[in-house]
């Protein structure tokens, strides 16, 4: 009697495994997927948080999907990141959505938009605020799903070889300038270049622009602009907090695991928060290494600021008036904005300026 109840028992184990192992497998699918980047292996910060995404989904998944990392160049240059998703060549890749202003203007809002949001903003934009779902609308027409991963913070002015001191000195300024601000820039009389980040250097060399902006100190040291360049301005208006995103070919996307998809989102999340991490731990030093070397700070004039905020709202109404997209998301991402600093003014922002005012008590 006890030998059949034995025996019985272990056929109902033997049946539960049998059930249980292909429904584990099929959760989780051997996949080997390529990721294109649009930034060189050299700045490790903003290249990097590709790497840190990737090493996520292999370590969660026990290496069953993988996806592989490639540079700006070794599949497609950098600025065809998207194109590359869009067309099934790559099934993914890490970009800034801005560079493909030129399909649409629309496309800046997944990064960042003169006189837009920072980088805590831009967060709770995507995540709470409606931003992920109005960008993913848009960016469907183009066979891509997007997700957040990766933000720089808030950016610099760029270098210069000469002092701007009035609005004047920008007409005819060749400078590199990603994404919508190119065209603010232009209303003033500068000629905005759209040069991919490792093409930048030999530009600016050569002569072939007088400025260049990129993200900030501790990039900007590793692309070796202060020795060309001397003059090292500041705010960036037209990237508060600049957001980088995973480019999904939609059908691929599509086709994965409800399991995958969510761990693709947790991993896209990690990157998201150690870039802007290792963003505020080097942009410091490096700073200071860079001012040190000669590199000289200045502040863009009150004038130019007043000017280029003028000029930025002429071209949102501009756009707005033929491109329905760009016009609902610019009315969101404003009104969100506007919201934002009620609260900022109160706590954020005056107790960074107070601390600001006495960092160096102690």
């Known amino acids: 009697m006890k030998r059949r109840q034995f025996l019985q028992a272990a056929g109902l184990a033997a049946a539960a495994t049998a059930v249980a192992k292909p429904a584990i497998a099929q959760s989780m699918p051997e996949l080997k997927w390529r990721l294109t980047s649009s930034f060189p292996k050299s700045l490790d910060t903003i290249y990097g948080a590709a790497e840190v995404f990737a090493k996520a989904v292999a370590e969660a998944t026990d290496n069953k999907f993988q996806i592989q990392v490639f540079a700006a160049g070794e599949i497609v240059p950098g600025l065809a990141a998207a194109d590359a998703v869009q067309n099934g060549t790559v099934e ?23 006189f837009g949001l920072n980088a805590r903003m831009e967060n709770a934009w995507m995540h709470f605020g409606g931003g992920t779902e109005l960008m993913n609308e848009f960016y469907r027409k183009f066979n ?4 957040p ?3 720089t913070g808030a950016q610099m002015g760029g270098w210069f070889r000469r002092e701007i001191k009035e609005v004047a000195d920008l007409n005819g300024l060749k400078m590199r300038i990603g994404g919508f601000a190119g065209t603010v820039l232009a209303k003033l009389g500068a000629v905005p270049q759209q040069i991919a980040g490792g093409d930048i250097y030999p530009a600016l060399e050569k002569g072939t622009i007088d400025a260049a902006e990129w993200v900030g100190p501790y990039d900007d040291e590793k692309l070796g602009f202060n020795k060309i360049a001397p003059f090292y301005y500041f705010p960036g208006w037209w990237e508060g907090g600049a957001m980088l995103h995973n480019f999904i070919n939609i059908e691929k996307w599509n086709a994965l695991t409800p399991a995958y ?8 999340a990690l990157a998201n928060e150690t870039m802007l991490a290792k963003y505020d731990a080097g942009n410091p030093p490096a700073l200071t ?15 130019i600021m007043e000017a280029c905020l003028k000029a930025a709202f002429e071209v949102y109404a501009e756009v707005s008036a ?8 610019w009315n969101a991402v404003l009104a969100f904005r506007n919201e934002q600093y009620l609260w900022w003014r109160v706590a954020e922002y005056s107790y960074d300026d107070f601390l600001v005012r006495n960092r160096t008590r102690t």
Request: include cysteine.
């Open 261 to 268: 998809q969510s761990l693709v989102r947790t991993a896209s």
């Open 322 to 329: 033929r491109n329905a997209d760009f016009k609902k998301v």
């Open 149 to 151: 991963a990766g933000n």
């Open 144 to 147: 891509i799903y997007a997700i």
């Open 289 to 303: 290494r860079l001012l040190r070397a000669g590199a000289q700070l200045r502040a863009f004039p009150p004038a």
């Open 92 to 114: 993914m890749c890490h970009t800034a959505s801005y560079y493909y202003f030129g399909k649409d203007p629309t496309f800046a809002f997944g990064t960042a938009v003169p």
